[in-house]
């Protein structure tokens, strides 16, 4: 079956616009979570969503950052007034459910100039 | 809280050589392991996981790793190298019992196999 897919895969955006990256899960699986690769402090997590609960906002670094999860399927990453620092791959993860093995998408490559 | 420490940043083995990469880890209650590897421009690949059952786990791609809980450690392990396993490989660690269970990750070792 299909795995996680993200879009758009890379982002080139000036520093100071929006920006938002989408991730589609593994149909069925109840749990997504959001993670930032960047070369200075490598994976961090950022966000997670299980089911219809209210989301775990804990790794969001700053209050440009924002998510969703529209009927328990389909995320939005949205980070608002970028900034250089925000420079990083984004990489979405699917769960079954909470505990069970996470499934990661290729990632959204986003670069600030 | 949870950490990992992988420790070096590059590993580099002749082809058909022992391939050895660390992790210790720190949590304060019992740990879920996991190796990921991530292929260049890809995203993670599991290769194992220790989920409290067996000491010694076996993944994919002739790779396995062993919980050592008086090391704190979970090494990853693969007899002979091949020229395909050149990628990167983060070692992580889940808390089930906490609010969620997301993957704390080591800053990662990149792998180089010499033909």
């Known amino acids: 079956g299909a795995g996680v897919s993200q879009s758009p895969s890379n982002k080139v955006t000036e520093k100071g616009k929006d920006v938002e990256l989408r991730c589609d899960p593994i149909?069925?699986?109840?749990?997504l979570y959001w993670y930032r690769q960047s070369l200075g402090q490598g994976l961090e997590f950022l966000i997670y969503?299980?089911?219809?609960?209210?989301?775990?906002k804990s790794g969001l670094p700053s209050d440009r950052f924002s998510a969703e999860r529209t009927g328990g399927s389909v995320s939005t990453l949205t980070i608002q007034r970028t900034q250089q620092e925000d420079s990083a791959v984004y990489l979405c993860a699917s769960s079954f459910s909470k505990g069970s093995e996470q499934y990661f998408g290729p990632g959204t490559r986003l670069t600030v100039t | 809280a949870q950490s990992v420490t992988q420790l070096g940043s590059h590993v580099s083995v002749s082809e058909g050589a022992l391939v050895l990469l660390r992790c210790n880890y720190s949590s304060s209650v019992p740990p879920y392991l996991f190796w990921y590897v991530q292929y260049p421009n890809q995203g993670l690949q599991l290769l194992l996981k220790y989920t409290s059952a067996a000491t010694l786990v076996k993944g994919i791609n002739g790779f396995e790793a062993e919980f050592k809980k008086s090391e704190t450690s979970f090494h990853l392990t693969k007899p002979s190298a091949h020229m395909s396993d050149a990628a990167e490989y983060f070692c992580?660690?889940?808390?089930?019992?906490?609010?969620?269970?997301?993957?704390?990750f080591g800053k990662g070792i990149t792998l180089s196999v010499r033909p």
């Open positions: 969503f299980q089911g219809n609960s209210a989301p775990d």
């Open positions: 149909s069925g699986h109840t749990a």
């Open positions: 992580a660690v889940s808390d089930l019992t906490g609010a969620n269970s997301k993957l704390t």
